[in-house]
């Protein structure tokens, strides 16, 4: 019987047949859709999952049982603007010029979402802004606003200067619109839209949710604070807020399973400052300090990344911020280092989500007015008035609630992060100065943060809103003929 042979032709196609699957296999996965949800206000020990004594999140508990949880995540600063602007840029606050809260994003830096945009991403924005320099309770942005969420690269947005609650204006790409309900509800309801919308156009989507809760005023609805009856009236409204924000991610989280989206979404979860000191119970977990402080209790917030087709459960102690969030984006999607001004603060999580990774070995630190704080992952050096020069260090892993200089038992290590801090800090101040930046300064010169109801573009609307209840205080106390227009930042403080 003669042997059976194969041509060459023949050969090569089953060889290729063989290797298609393989190749197929190790083709590079779609990029992950990206959602990014903040809190306002809301205090790192406001969770189920650390033990809150009256404070029920089962929905965040869920998110953090099936993604990372860190029990050492920062804001990007003490309050609210500036944690917004690290987030966007991965870098402090006050190299974008976000020294306080109402300060402008700076027209030059670069965002996550302009770079995820140029990446073939659809992009929006839902909720809270407060990055185009207003201050007072939050209103409807308006199109003729340069610092608009548009500027900044989102293709879409619903959004509003600052906190809101209940029965909310707010403007959909500049035009004003109003709501009904809890704040919460209307944020993921509206990113829930935006979802639905693009899931089938074949685009990867990032969508920011920045919530106005648990923010003052307080006020949550019935049926929300009825388990905490025993509370003072702000306390009972405060914790009913985190009642309702917890269901908006149940919502959300659902309604990702549902649009068969949840394997592939990269969801995080955290809050931009700390607790508040007014509510009881405890805000902050027993930390030190709250918000408008750099004591862990205003720096260290509620953080969950749940990514199931990457991340398998876990709780870790590395130290990371909202900084690192466009850094790992970056790298997780293949972002062209362009994409990032330089220096960045944040660092790539993403081998944390496969391992713990050892010593983080990059500090981070934080400025406001005049405190600074410089964290690595055991020590944590810090001033509340950098004039002083007086330096406090503390250890983080045995001494969490900072009640101890450890100073004189760990001179070298004080010695160690006192050079880095001075180098950064100084860093910091050239940035500031517009350093970064291809013109070497800043262009437009940053303007000074104004109330909403002293620029002239909102004088129409003043008459028509002076007796909503969340600008009526606002408009009756403040003079109508004040119309000063912005002006250059201040210096460094």
Known sequence: MKPFL??????????????????????????????????????????????????????????????????????GGP??????????????????????????????????????????????????WHLNGHRGPGVPILAGDAYNPGKFGFDEWVSVSNFFDLNPLLSRSGKVEEFQGDSSAIAVAEAVKFLEKHRAGGRPMFAVIWDGSPHSPFKAAPADKAAFAGLDENSANHYGELVALDRSVGTLRQKLRDFGLAENTLLVFCSDNGGLPAIQPSTVGHLRGFKASLFEGGLRVPGIIEWPAVIK?????????????????????????GSLIQPLDGQSLRP?????????????????????????DRFKLSTENLESGKFELFD??????????????????????????????????????????????????????????????????????KDRWEYASVLKAAPKTDLAQPSPSPSTP
């Open 79 to 128: 309050v609210c603007s500036p944690t917004r602007a690290a987030v966007l840029t991965g870098r402090s606050p006050d190299r974008t010029g976000v020294l306080q809260h109402g300060y402008a994003l700076r027209l030059q830096e670069k965002t996550i979402a302009q770079a995820l945009k140029g990446a073939g991403y659809v992009t929006g924005h839902f909720g809270k």
């Open 396 to 465: 983080l892993s045995a001494d969490p609630r900072e009640t101890r200089d450890v100073t004189a038992e760990n001179p070298a290590a004080a010695q160690r992060l006192r050079e880095q801090f001075l180098a950064w800090n100084a860093g910091v101040d050239a940035s500031f100065a517009g350093k970064d930046y291809p013109e070497g300064r800043l262009v437009p010169a940053d303007p000074t943060p104004i109330a909403w109801n002293r620029v002239p573009a909102y004088q129409p609307y003043l008459a028509t809103w």
């Open 352 to 376: 944390l989500f496969a391992r713990e990774t050892g010593a983080r070995n990059r500090p981070i630190g934080f400025r406001f007015e005049k405190k600074r704080a410089f964290i690595d």
């Open 313 to 337: 459960p876990r709780v870790t102690d590395t130290p990371a911020s909202v900084m690192d969030l466009f850094p790992t984006v970056a790298d997780i999607v293949g972002l062209p280092a």
């Open 6 to 75: 194969l041509s060459s032709s023949l050969l090569l196609a089953l060889s290729l047949s063989l290797l298609l699957p393989l190749s197929a296999s190790r083709a590079a996965p779609p990029p992950p859709h990206i959602i990014f949800v903040m809190a306002d206000d809301m205090g790192w020990g406001q969770t189920g999952y650390r033990g809150h004594p009256l404070l029920k999140t089962p929905h965040l508990d869920a998110m953090a049982a099936n993604g990372l949880r860190f029990d050492r995540f920062y804001a």
